[in-house]
């Protein structure tokens, strides 16, 4: 059920055996998850049901890096997370993606795909996905359509690959009933952690603490505790819970808040198409984007281009998506912009200082690119194309020096703020470079366009274009090895007992597909992980091996045959328990 922690009676405090703090895709799955398993848990989530202003201001900071948007627009502090600004694209991770490549640094998964996959499989019925598919020749043949054909790709050094798109599923509307009917979940709205307090070894969480806006103050104690608010807030109240260890909890080798990834996104060439494949929507984003047209199975699709595996090992690249891009006719003006931020307006996302009077000033002043792009967006016509692109996204390279830290400004709760400099390296530029020449020789050689590519970007400056996907990753990243990471493969923060965290914060690497898939599948996993936990007698869940030591996934000596016969029963029942077995998910 729903509590409001603004009317719960001053210096509360809950005891639960689990305590998930945030209500995104990664802490709404998890939750849910153990409502099925029957373990009662407490979810705290900063907002409410919608939007608001004075919650939003909690995730402002400063930019130290690259150009770049970190709070605004791009998350959405309230129930269901970034859910609710999520586009819906789902690709798992490429099998590469989880590999060390001795051309990427700090890369590497402590787990292949095949560990993943299962979990891959359930995540379909909870992102309301189609099919556990990705093979191109299944959604073409599927979709049956003269203006939805794969390309003839003659090179063999560019493939291309599948994406699924969810509704997109708002988890705080979507599963908002599952939760109020919850036997085992109590969801804490307004509900603002402070402070993670540990005992005096900073080993064990004893409690979390709690504020609300309007002044209330809880607390919550709990058998295991996990963070699943978020790529830049989970380092965040890491290193904000420093009264036991003054570098914050989980961080006695510096990583916290490092590592921070997101997928750089820049669009460059002109594409002229021959007139066979003019027509073809199944690439280009303005086309497949969301579009009934590139749908089977009840399921919109999309494919992006690829280089091969083998490719990107002969010439050391980054991983990389590319599709077609349309440019319509009034697009980039002024007016444009201006229908564009209405539009965000009408969705209630945040831009600071925006005036809707003066922007209706502005599409007024311009009345044809103002209808010219409101109808462009909404019919697509081919005839108002002005030119066509490629735009790309890159795998962001693991770098210590991209991270994420506390400002000296505080927040109206009393927390320092965020501090974010997002840097790239000089393999993502060649990987651009590079990734646009292949794809561009490829569609000259297959007699599907000619392309001309725009100047190379290595060792420049970067372009004006370049943007992020607000996918926020890796600062509280997954490794064997303390040295390393902030957790291990079971993510549980190294060092700790009983705190775990869940979301993309945890990727090592991070591929070029999107997260949301990953960070559910990692979440479901997460779940049986702490089931097993929680079953083990309670004077001995401090200082049993983590799940993976137990089932022999790490190098050394394993304890407790018993035990890990009893794991292993538990963990297959877990893992394999399909999607249509939830006691909450999809059903309404």
Same mark, same amino acid.
């Given at each position: 059920?729903?509590?409001?922690?603004?009317?719960?009676?001053?210096?509360?405090?809950?005891?639960?055996?689990?305590?998930?703090?945030?209500?995104?895709?990664?802490?709404?799955?998890?939750? $849910?998850?153990?409502?099925?398993?029957?373990?009662?848990?407490?979810? $705290?989530?900063?907002?409410?049901?919608?939007?608001?202003?004075?919650?939003?201001?909690?995730?402002?900071?400063?930019?130290?890096?690259?150009?770049?948007?970190?709070?605004?627009?791009?998350?959405?502090?309230?129930?269901?997370?970034?859910?609710?600004?999520?586009?819906?694209?789902?690709?798992?991770?490429?099998?590469?993606?989880?590999?060390?490549?001795?051309?990427?640094?700090?890369?590497?998964?402590?787990?292949?795909?095949?560990?993943?996959?299962?979990?891959?499989?359930?995540?379909?019925?909870?992102?309301?996905?189609?099919?556990?598919?990705?093979?191109?020749?299944?959604?073409?043949?599927?979709?049956?359509?003269?203006?939805?054909?794969? $390309?003839?790709?003659?090179?063999?050094?560019?493939?291309?690959?599948?994406?699924?798109?969810?509704?997109?599923?708002?988890?705080?509307?979507?599963?908002?009933?599952?939760?109020?009917?919850?036997?085992?979940?109590?969801?804490?709205?307004?509900?603002?952690?402070?402070? %993670?307090?540990?005992?005096?070894?900073?080993?064990?969480?004893?409690?979390?603490?709690?504020?609300?806006?309007?002044?209330?103050? %809880?607390?919550?104690?709990?058998?295991?505790?996990?963070?699943?608010?978020?790529?830049?807030?989970?380092?965040?109240?890491?290193?904000?819970?420093?009264?036991?260890?003054?570098?914050?909890?989980?961080?006695?080798?510096?990583?916290?808040?490092?590592?921070?990834?997101?997928?750089?996104?820049?669009?460059?060439?002109?594409?002229?198409?021959?007139?066979?494949?003019?027509?073809?929507?199944?690439?280009?984003?303005?086309?497949?984007?969301?579009?009934?047209?590139?749908?089977?199975?009840?399921?919109?699709?999309?494919?992006?281009?690829?280089?091969?595996?083998?490719?990107?090992?002969?010439?050391?690249?980054?991983?990389?998506?590319?599709?077609?891009?349309?440019?319509?006719?009034?697009?980039?003006?002024?007016?444009?912009?201006?229908?564009?931020?209405?539009?965000?307006?009408?969705?209630?996302?945040?831009?600071?200082?925006?005036?809707?009077?003066?922007?209706?000033?502005?599409?007024?002043?311009?009345?044809?690119?103002?209808?010219?792009?409101?109808?462009?967006?909404?019919?697509?016509?081919?005839?108002? %194309?002005?030119?066509?692109?490629?735009?790309?996204?890159?795998?962001?390279?693991?770098?210590?020096?991209?991270?994420?830290?506390?400002?000296?400004?505080?927040?109206?709760?009393?927390?320092?703020?965020?501090?974010?400099?997002?840097?790239?390296?000089?393999?993502?530029?060649?990987?651009?470079?590079?990734?646009?020449?292949?794809?561009?020789?490829?569609?000259?050689?297959?007699?599907?366009?000619?392309?001309?590519?725009?100047?190379?970007?290595?060792?420049?400056?970067?372009?004006?274009?370049?943007?992020?996907?607000?996918?926020?990753?890796?600062?509280?990243?997954?490794?064997?090895?303390?040295?390393?990471?902030?957790?291990?493969?079971?993510?549980?923060?190294?060092?700790?007992?009983?705190?775990?965290?869940?979301?993309?914060?945890?990727?090592?690497?991070?591929?070029?597909?999107?997260?949301?898939?990953?960070?559910?599948?990692?979440?479901?996993?997460?779940?049986?992980?702490?089931?097993?936990?929680?079953?083990?007698?309670?004077?001995?869940?401090?200082?049993?091996?983590?799940?993976?030591?137990?089932?022999?996934?790490?190098?050394?000596?394993?304890?407790?045959?018993?035990?890990?016969?009893?794991?292993?029963?538990?963990?297959?029942?877990?893992?394999?328990?399909?999607?249509?077995?939830?006691?909450?998910?999809?059903?309404?």
């Amino acid at each position: 059920m729903f509590i409001d922690t603004r009317s719960v009676e001053e210096g509360t405090c809950v005891e639960t055996k689990v305590c998930i703090i945030g209500a995104g895709a990664a802490g709404i799955a998890l939750a $849910l998850e153990m409502d099925r398993l029957g373990i009662a848990t407490c979810v $705290l989530e900063s907002g409410g049901y919608k939007p608001d202003e004075l919650t939003r201001d909690l995730y402002r900071g400063e930019n130290a890096g690259l150009p770049y948007q970190f709070a605004d627009g791009s998350r959405s502090r309230y129930l269901g997370g970034s859910s609710n600004c999520w586009g819906g694209w789902c690709r798992p991770l490429d099998p590469l993606d989880f590999e060390k490549r001795d051309w990427v640094a700090h890369s590497g998964w402590p787990f292949g795909l095949d560990e993943l996959a299962p979990f891959y499989a359930r995540t379909h019925a909870v992102l309301k996905l189609g099919p556990n598919n990705f093979e191109p020749q299944f959604w073409e043949t599927a979709i049956g359509r003269s203006d939805v054909r794969r $390309l003839p790709l003659v090179t063999g050094k560019v493939r291309d690959t599948i994406s699924q798109f969810s509704p997109p599923a708002r988890f705080g509307r979507l599963y908002r009933q599952d939760l109020e009917n919850s036997r085992h979940v109590n969801v804490y709205l307004y509900a603002n952690v402070v402070n %993670i307090d540990s005992d005096s070894d900073a080993r064990t969480v004893t409690k979390v603490e709690v504020a609300t806006l309007s002044g209330r103050h %809880i607390s919550v104690r709990a058998k295991l505790f996990v963070l699943a608010t978020g790529g830049i807030e989970n380092a965040r109240l890491l290193l904000a819970s420093n009264r036991i260890r003054p570098a914050g909890l989980g961080n006695g080798n510096d990583l916290v808040g490092r590592f921070y990834m997101d997928h750089p996104r820049l669009m460059s060439a002109d594409i002229q198409f021959s007139h066979e494949w003019s027509r073809n929507k199944l690439y280009d984003i303005k086309y497949h984007y969301q579009n009934a047209a590139v749908s089977a199975h009840g399921t919109r699709i999309a494919s992006q281009f690829a280089l091969t595996e083998e490719l990107l090992q002969r010439e050391r690249l980054l991983n990389a998506r590319v599709w077609f891009f349309s440019m319509f006719a009034g697009e980039g003006s002024k007016a444009a912009e201006a229908l564009i931020r209405c539009k965000q307006g009408l969705l209630r996302k945040d831009q600071p200082g925006w005036r809707l009077g003066r922007d209706l000033v502005t599409m007024a002043s311009h009345p044809a690119d103002t209808v010219g792009f409101a109808l462009t967006r909404i019919l697509h016509p081919r005839s108002l %194309i002005r030119n066509v692109k490629l735009q790309a996204i890159v795998e962001a390279e693991p770098n210590p020096d991209s991270r994420v830290t506390l400002s000296q400004q505080r927040d109206q709760l009393g927390m320092n703020r965020v501090r974010v400099a997002w840097q790239l390296t000089s393999n993502v530029q060649r990987t651009f470079d590079r990734t646009f020449a292949l794809v561009g020789e490829e569609l000259e050689r297959s007699g599907v366009a000619r392309v001309r590519l725009d100047a190379p970007i290595e060792g420049r400056l970067w372009p004006i274009g370049l943007e992020g996907t607000w996918h926020h990753m890796g600062t509280t990243r997954m490794h064997d090895s303390p040295k390393e990471g902030v957790v291990d493969r079971n993510c549980k923060v190294h060092g700790m007992t009983n705190l775990y965290i869940a979301g993309s914060s945890v990727f090592p690497t991070v591929g070029a597909n999107f997260p949301t898939i990953t960070i559910v599948a990692l979440a479901l996993r997460l779940a049986g992980h702490m089931a097993v936990e929680l079953s083990r007698p309670q004077a001995i869940i401090a200082t049993q091996p983590s799940f993976g030591e137990v089932r022999g996934e790490v190098h050394g000596e394993v304890h407790g045959e018993a035990a890990s016969a009893q794991d292993e029963i538990a963990w297959a029942a877990l893992s394999t328990t399909p999607a249509s077995g939830l006691l909450s998910l999809g059903k309404r």
